[in-house]
């Protein structure tokens, strides 16, 4: 099973980058496919899934899944200062406790290797 994560880089804070999270491996329809992310000192925290985001980025980002493809984005808008950080995808398997608790690290089979994102002012 790989999860592979991209499109992170350099941008302005107020720009938008789209990450990419190729899966391959795993019967992807089997699996709910989510996005974290880690600022330095700081622990890994859940961004977003299909239907959740955290509080610190709703309104701004967004994911989509394209079934053919294997493959979920994060799409970033009017990003912060803040948002600077590695950002993983992860999958689980879905369960009636990944549905729960989507949003806590442990509970995922898989995880992409990372891809930082840094906004600039």
């Known amino acids: 099973v790989q999860l592979q994560a991209s499109g992170g880089g350099l941008v302005q804070a107020g720009g938008s980058l789209r990450l990419s999270c190729a899966a391959s491996?795993?019967?992807?329809?089997?699996?709910?496919i989510n996005w974290f992310r880690q600022a330095p000192g700081k622990e890994r925290e859940f961004v977003a899934s299909?239907?959740r985001q955290a509080a610190s980025v709703k309104g701004r980002f967004t994911i989509s899944r394209d079934n053919a493809e294997n493959t979920v984005y994060l799409q970033m808008n009017s990003l912060k200062l803040e948002d600077t950080a590695v950002y993983y995808c992860?999958?689980?398997?879905?369960?009636?406790?990944?549905?729960?608790?989507?949003?806590?690290?442990?509970?995922?089979?898989?995880w992409g290797q990372g891809t930082l994102v840094t906004v600039s002012s």
């Open positions: 992860a999958a689980a398997l879905r369960t009636a406790d990944s549905f729960v608790y989507y949003y806590r690290a442990d509970i995922y089979d898989y």
């Open positions: 299909s239907s």
């Open positions: 491996g795993v019967t992807f329809s089997k699996y709910q």
